[in-house]
C-alpha cells in the first residue's frame, strides 16, 4: 500500500511568526475563510500566537458575519473557537501556573428562579449558571436564555437551539465563566454558541470536505507578494446559524 505524504510541519506557525505566509494562505482559503482582509489576518494570527491554537486544525476560526453600519450591510471577521479550545487553553495555562482548575455543578433555572442540577423540563431553561475554580477562586458565569438563544428568519430557535437548548445555554455560560477565570488568554474569543448575526445570512453550504491533495497542493504553492483571492468557499462549521 503506498504512503500518503503528509507533511502539516509546513503549515505551522512559528513562534514570532506576525503574518500567514503564502502557503498558509493558501491552506486559509481552502478552510473555507474569505474576505478577509490584511488587517483581519494579522489579528487572527494575533490570537492564533496568543491562545497557541492551530487554525489549520481548525481549533480556532475565522467567520465573516454580516452587520449592519450607516445603514448598510457590511461583513465583520469575527475569532471564533469551539468550547474545546477554550479547554485546551484552560487546560495549558493551569499546568503552566502549576494551580488546579475545578467546575462547580451546572445549574439551570427555569423562570420562577428555581435551580436545578439537571434540567428536565420540556422548555429551554430561562438562564443557567457554570462556575470555574481557579485556585479555589469562583468564577461564575450567567446567562440567559432570552439573550443567548438563536433564530432562524421567522424569529423561532434554530434547529440545535430548539433541540437542545439546555446544552448550548451550558457551553454559553462555561465560555463566558472561562473568560472571566482566564482573561489575559481569552478576552475578545467566543463560541459559535455565543454568536448570532445581526444581518441576513449568507447562503448555508455544507462544510466541503479539504482532501489532502489540496492541502500538499497549497503548501507546494510558490511564496508571493500578491493579493490573496479568496474564493466562495463553504463556511466553517458554525454557519446553521442564522437569524
Same mark, same amino acid.
Not at 18 to 43: C, H
Not at 47 to 56: E, G
Not at 129 to 143: A, E, I, M, N
Not at 187 to 210: A, K, L
Given at each position: @500500500?503506498?504512503e500518503i #505524504?503528509?507533511r %502539516?510541519?509546513?503549515?505551522?506557525?512559528?513562534p514570532?511568526? #506576525? =503574518?500567514?505566509?503564502?502557503?498558509?494562505?493558501a491552506a486559509?482559503?481552502s478552510?473555507?475563510i474569505? /474576505?478577509a482582509s490584511?488587517?483581519?489576518?494579522?489579528?487572527?494570527m494575533?490570537?492564533a500566537?496568543k !491562545?497557541?491554537?492551530?487554525p489549520?486544525?481548525r481549533?480556532?476560526y475565522l467567520i465573516?458575519r454580516?452587520?449592519? #453600519?450607516n445603514g448598510?450591510?457590511?461583513?465583520?471577521?469575527?475569532?471564533q473557537?469551539?468550547?474545546?479550545?477554550?479547554r485546551?487553553?484552560?487546560?495549558?495555562i493551569?499546568r503552566?501556573?502549576?494551580?488546579?482548575v475545578e467546575?462547580e455543578?451546572t445549574v439551570w433555572?427555569?423562570? /420562577?428562579g428555581?435551580?436545578y442540577?439537571?434540567?428536565?423540563?420540556?422548555g429551554?431553561?430561562?438562564?443557567?449558571?457554570v !462556575?470555574v475554580?481557579?485556585?479555589?477562586?469562583?468564577?461564575?458565569g450567567?446567562?440567559?436564555y432570552?439573550?443567548y @438563544?438563536?433564530? !432562524?428568519?421567522?424569529?423561532k430557535?434554530?434547529? =440545535?437551539?430548539?433541540? @437542545?437548548?439546555a #446544552?448550548?445555554l451550558?457551553?454559553?455560560?462555561?465560555?463566558k465563566?472561562l473568560?472571566r477565570?482566564?482573561?489575559n488568554d481569552?478576552?475578545g474569543?467566543?463560541?459559535p454558541?455565543?454568536?448570532?448575526?445581526?444581518?441576513?445570512?449568507r447562503?448555508?453550504?455544507? %462544510?466541503?470536505?479539504?482532501t489532502?491533495?489540496?492541502?500538499?497542493?497549497?503548501i /507546494?504553492?510558490?511564496?508571493s507578494?500578491?493579493p490573496v483571492e479568496?474564493?466562495?468557499?463553504?463556511q466553517?462549521p458554525?454557519s446553521?446559524?442564522? %437569524?
Amino acid at each position: @500500500m503506498n504512503e500518503i #505524504e503528509v507533511r %502539516p510541519a509546513a503549515l505551522a506557525i512559528q513562534p514570532g511568526q #506576525e =503574518m500567514f505566509d503564502a502557503k498558509q494562505k493558501a491552506a486559509l482559503v481552502s478552510l473555507g475563510i474569505k /474576505d478577509a482582509s490584511p488587517a483581519d489576518l494579522a489579528v487572527f494570527m494575533h490570537y492564533a500566537q496568543k !491562545t497557541q491554537l492551530d487554525p489549520f486544525s481548525r481549533q480556532i476560526y475565522l467567520i465573516g458575519r454580516n452587520v449592519q #453600519e450607516n445603514g448598510k450591510w457590511v461583513t465583520k471577521q469575527t475569532i471564533q473557537v469551539g468550547i474545546d479550545g477554550l479547554r485546551v487553553v484552560r487546560d495549558r495555562i493551569a499546568r503552566q501556573l502549576g494551580i488546579p482548575v475545578e467546575y462547580e455543578d451546572t445549574v439551570w433555572y427555569d423562570a /420562577d428562579g428555581r435551580g436545578y442540577h439537571v434540567w428536565l423540563g420540556e422548555g429551554p431553561p430561562f438562564a443557567c449558571v457554570v !462556575t470555574v475554580l481557579k485556585d479555589g477562586k469562583r468564577f461564575p458565569g450567567v446567562v440567559r436564555y432570552s439573550a443567548y @438563544m438563536q433564530t !432562524t428568519k421567522d424569529g423561532k430557535p434554530n434547529s =440545535m437551539w430548539a433541540r @437542545m437548548g439546555a #446544552e448550548q445555554l451550558e457551553k454559553c455560560a462555561e465560555a463566558k465563566a472561562l473568560r472571566r477565570a482566564f482573561p489575559n488568554d481569552l478576552s475578545g474569543i467566543y463560541i459559535p454558541e455565543e454568536m448570532s448575526i445581526d444581518g441576513p445570512p449568507r447562503p448555508h453550504n455544507p %462544510p466541503r470536505p479539504v482532501t489532502l491533495d489540496e492541502i500538499n497542493g497549497a503548501i /507546494d504553492v510558490e511564496p508571493s507578494d500578491d493579493p490573496v483571492e479568496w474564493p466562495d468557499t463553504a463556511q466553517p462549521p458554525d454557519s446553521e446559524v442564522t %437569524p
